[in-house]
């Protein structure tokens, strides 16, 4: 079974940054993409950014700019790095990675942002 877990998660001010992490227990080479969703209370889980193999990030409009994906597949982890954090960033972080049919999920990681 795929096992990813999350890590880097946090109380955070607005207007400061907070860095992600998802260790794999495969190779992420043998996902087709990896991703972070996010939800925040009461709210759907959304797309935040992801990466496919040839490693091109794609980002919502909320993220570009200020997030930024990356992988790192010598220690099959993906990261998220993210810059100025604003408290509607408030949720819950969850780490995807995706193959044909199938998508596994982490357990996610907590983000606060205080204003």
């Known amino acids: 079974q795929v096992q990813l877990v999350e890590s880097g998660g946090g109380l955070v001010q607005a207007g400061g940054t907070l860095s992600l992490s998802c260790a794999v227990s495969?190779?992420?080479?043998?996902?087709?993409?990896m991703a972070w969703y996010r939800q925040a209370p009461g709210k759907r889980r959304e797309l935040v950014a992801r990466?496919?193999?040839?490693?091109?990030?794609y980002y919502e409009d909320f993220s570009q700019g200020r997030f930024t994906i990356s992988r790192d597949n010598r220690k099959n982890t993906l990261k998220l790095n993210m810059n100025n954090l604003q408290p509607e960033d408030t949720a819950v972080y969850y780490c995807?990675?995706?193959?044909?049919?199938?998508?596994?999920w982490g357990q996610g990681t907590q983000v606060n942002v205080s204003s």
């Open positions: 995807s990675a995706g193959r044909t049919y199938a998508q596994f």
């Open positions: 990466i496919d193999n040839g490693g091109r990030p």
């Open positions: 495969e190779s992420i080479f043998s996902f087709n993409v």
